[in-house]
């Protein structure tokens, strides 16, 4: 398989008005097969219409949603050794940082001076970071902010970690925070879930059943979490299928996810290396992904590494967006981050959306 896998070119047999044959998108569940033929016959206005279709169920058409956030990079020491990532510091090496809890609300001040009001805190596997500082840390933004701000408490992955260095289960880590204030944790760290694609690149990162068995105790817990899903390494095909069947599954045994958000691998200053896809295969995979997880309500496209392409995927598919003003993790890999936000937001509006901002809720488990 090729790395590349923009598709779209139609078989002699496909017919000449292929989406009036193909109405598992628009009106049922369509299998791996289906979506496999999709992806490689399927042309870019067939994908629109079907990825459109699946959209409506839950969404107006020509609206959308978005949030103004910041990705807080708490510490870069980490161990996990991910061959894509230009971010981390081993342990006891020059350059490797954690912030001080001032160095935190200084960043989520900035935020809320913007109009942001959500913040994601992404960091590593720091051998030196016990799950005492994660609780105090968020519980001490909690204390201070209250409900003004929602916070995304570090990913999955990183969860694994905490939980598998304080020799606890996920059940009783995942209560931990929630009694810190904790009301989310986001799929972060998922990458492609397969386990080939884990040994190739992130062999110390936990396998995709660790991932799970830790996100289903997050549910369990009454947290909310996401999904979400990184594309242009050098995945094949099957490989990003088997990604959205696991994710299609996990939702219909649990009803956990809030949303699903994909982006592209930033290959610059990486061991890995590479080339970035382009913003044709990134919207065709939305489209893809709407279509195949139709039991996931929100589907987002990522600003981060698109940036103005990526409210082209709002006509294959995607409802919501966000607009970061800052994640170092991407931007040491080559992401540009645009802070005149207005001026972002008029891409969507001249593409004949509305769009309205939207607060992270509350989980209904955690409402007083």
């Not at 289903?216 to 990604?243: N, P």
């Not at 919207?283 to 082209?312: G, P, W, Y």
């Not at 509006?349 to 939207?358: M, P």
Request: charged share 30%; with cysteine.
């Amino acid at each position: 398989m090729s790395r590349r896998l923009d598709g779209g070119e139609p078989r002699a047999q496909v017919p000449a008005s292929p989406a009036s044959e193909r109405e598992h998108g628009a009106n049922g569940r369509i299998s791996l097969d289906e979506a496999r033929d999709l992806w490689l016959h399927a042309s870019d206005d067939e994908l629109k219409q079907l990825a459109g279709d699946v959209r409506a169920r839950y969404h107006d058409p020509k609206h959308a949603t978005y949030m103004v956030m910041r990705i807080i990079n708490y510490t870069n020491v980490c161990v996990a050794q991910c061959d894509y990532c230009a971010f981390y510091v081993l342990p006891n090496r020059p350059g490797g940082y954690v912030l001080t809890r001032e160095d935190v609300f200084a960043k989520i001040d900035d935020l809320l001076e913007v109009g942001g009001d959500l913040v994601g805190f992404n960091g590593g596997f720091n051998p030196k970071l016990p799950l005492d500082y994660y609780c105090d840390l968020f519980s001490s933004v909690r204390e201070r902010y209250g409900e003004r701000v929602e916070f995304y408490a570090l990913t999955i992955a990183e969860f694994v970690f905490l939980a598998d260095r304080a020799g606890l289960s996920y059940a009783d880590a995942a209560a931990r925070l929630r009694d810190a204030g904790v009301h989310w944790i986001t799929g972060g760290g998922s990458e492609i879930l397969t386990e080939d694609f884990r040994r190739r690149h992130a062999k110390w990162k936990y396998t995709v059943r660790d991932y799970f068995e830790a996100q289903r105790a997050i549910v369990e817990s009454g947290m909310k979490t996401t999904a979400t899903m990184v594309i242009g390494f050098d995945e094949t095909l099957d490989e990003r299928l088997e990604h959205l069947q696991r994710t299609r599954d996990f939702q219909d045994e649990t009803g956990g996810l809030f949303s699903f958000l994909c982006w592209t691998y930033k290959p610059y200053g990486t061991a890995f290396g590479g080339t970035e896809i382009s913003a044709r295969e990134y919207r065709r995979h939305i489209a893809l992904s709407r279509i195949f997880l139709d039991n996931v309500k929100h589907m987002r496209t990522s600003v981060l590494t698109q940036n103005e392409d990526a409210f082209q995927a709002l006509d294959y598919g995607a409802d919501d967006f966000d607009l970061p003003i800052e994640d170092e993790v991407t931007q040491k890999a080559g992401a540009r981050i645009d802070l005149d936000l207005e001026s972002l937001l008029e891409v969507p509006r001249s593409l004949g959306y509305t769009v309205a901002y939207r607060r992270a809720e509350r989980p209904a488990a955690l409402t007083a």
